[in-house]
């Protein structure tokens, strides 16, 4: 910007005259400068903005990581941890791996019910016939919150 003003000065000392061919010419030079200098300082501050939210989001992002993979004494045997998933006031949810993609999925007590479900994973059809006695039986083994 500085150097803008100088040539700027510069023009206005050589007594240019602003009206001739060549003023004309010069300040309309100088004058998209000096647009240029004030495009690029509104970039920069853009800029400046877009790198602090990328690293307010990675901060977060390596939160979330390390709020995930924290806790791997809690994961059950699939390698999955879903207790903070569901609250203790919704149905009851199972926990099963996808015959075909080897993924971790809930079931709740309607699906089960349903006898029949979509893997989230890999959009495999999932079809299962429990009675009420494995259901029992399945649910027997969980622990019990108190």
Known sequence: MDRIAYLKGLLDGQEIDKNSKDGKVLFAICDALDEMVKYTEELEDR???????????????????????????????????????????EDEQYETVCPTCGK????????????????????????????????????????TEE
């Open 47 to 89: 800029v400046a903005e877009l790198e602090e939210l990328c690293d307010i989001l990675d901060e977060d992002l390596g939160d979330m990581e390390e709020m995930l993979l924290a806790d791997d004494d809690d994961d059950d045997e699939c390698g999955c941890n879903f207790e903070d998933l569901y609250d203790d006031d």
């Open 104 to 143: 971790c999925i809930l079931l709740d007590e309607r699906t089960l019910e349903e006898g029949e479900t979509v893997c989230p994973n890999c959009g495999e059809e999932l079809e299962f016939d429990f009675d009420e006695r494995e259901i029992e039986a399945l649910t027997a083994d969980l622990p």
